[in-house]
Antibody, heavy 119, light 107 residues
Framework: QVQLVQSGAEVKKPGASVKVSCKASGYIFTTYAMHWVRQAPGQRPEWMGWINADNGNTKYSQKFQGRVTFTRDTSASTAHMELSSLRSEDTAVYYC????????????WGQGTLVTVSS | DIQMTQSPSSLSASAGDRVTITCRASQGITSDLGWYQQKPGKAPKRLIFAASSLQSGVPSRFSGSGSGTEYTLTITSLQPEDFATYYCLQYNTYPWTFGQGTKVELK
């Protein structure tokens, strides 16, 4: 069965960077894009962008352009999201979600990684 | 960016009730719309894709409809496990955007 397992919670100081991992299993990793979505406390989810797991091409939301980097390690079936210059407003749960399939998008999600930015 | 305006933001209902949630897009999205259910502390779960197609394994009491800029999620005969927050998502135009959510609470 498809599973996306993310790395654990992080606490960071303002100005620091954070890197979240998402390990995929149960399917061929390079077949689907991996998206990243974040959700601040009590807020709607917010789409951050995606990475083509096959060739590594990326598409970032303009809101995060220049501050976020998506990478992937095909040998480990793992996608990574790095966000830099953290500020308190970046405190959120960060999710990876598998991209488009025959039934639309985001059919599979990771369990989420809480990133807390606090001095 | 395409704005997704979801209504109502919350509603109180009883088990067995029929519930309707609406999402209005600020421009046409040609049915590139999904509906997701989220329970506290959990990731969203896909219910509907392409505006009206039911995700495999999702009960048939959930249905979606709409076109152009207006879309609806209907839950017939609300069950106890359906009390949750529901979000629409447009995936027609980048950046993909979610509605603000509808919290369905027990009356």
């Amino acid at each position: 069965q498809v599973q996306l397992v993310q790395s654990g919670a992080e606490v960071k100081k303002p100005g620091a960077s954070v890197k979240v991992s998402c390990k995929a299993s149960g399917y061929i990793f390079t077949t689907y894009a991996m998206h990243w979505v974040r959700q601040a406390p009590g807020q709607r989810p917010e789409w951050m962008g995606w990475i083509n797991a096959d060739n590594g091409n990326t598409k970032y939301s303009q809101k995060f352009q220049g501050r976020v980097t998506f990478t992937r390690d095909t040998s480990a079936s793992t996608a990574h999201m790095e966000l830099s210059s953290l500020r308190s407003e970046d405190t959120a749960v960060y999710y990876c979600a598998r991209g488009r399939d025959s039934s639309g998008v985001f059919g599979y999600w990771g369990q989420g990684t809480l990133v807390t930015v606090s001095s | 960016d395409i704005q997704m305006t979801q209504s109502p933001s919350s509603l109180s209902a009883s088990a067995g009730d029929r519930v309707t949630i609406t999402c209005r897009a600020s421009q046409g999205i040609t049915s590139d719309l999904g509906w997701y259910q989220q329970k506290p502390g959990k990731a969203p779960k896909r219910l509907i894709f392409a505006a009206s197609s039911l995700q495999s394994g999702v009960p048939s009491r959930f249905s979606g409809s709409g076109s152009g800029t207006e879309y609806t999620l209907t839950i017939t005969s609300l069950q106890p496990e359906d009390f949750a927050t529901y979000y629409c998502l447009q995936y027609n135009t980048y950046p993909w955007t979610f509605g603000q959510g509808t919290k369905v609470e027990l009356k």
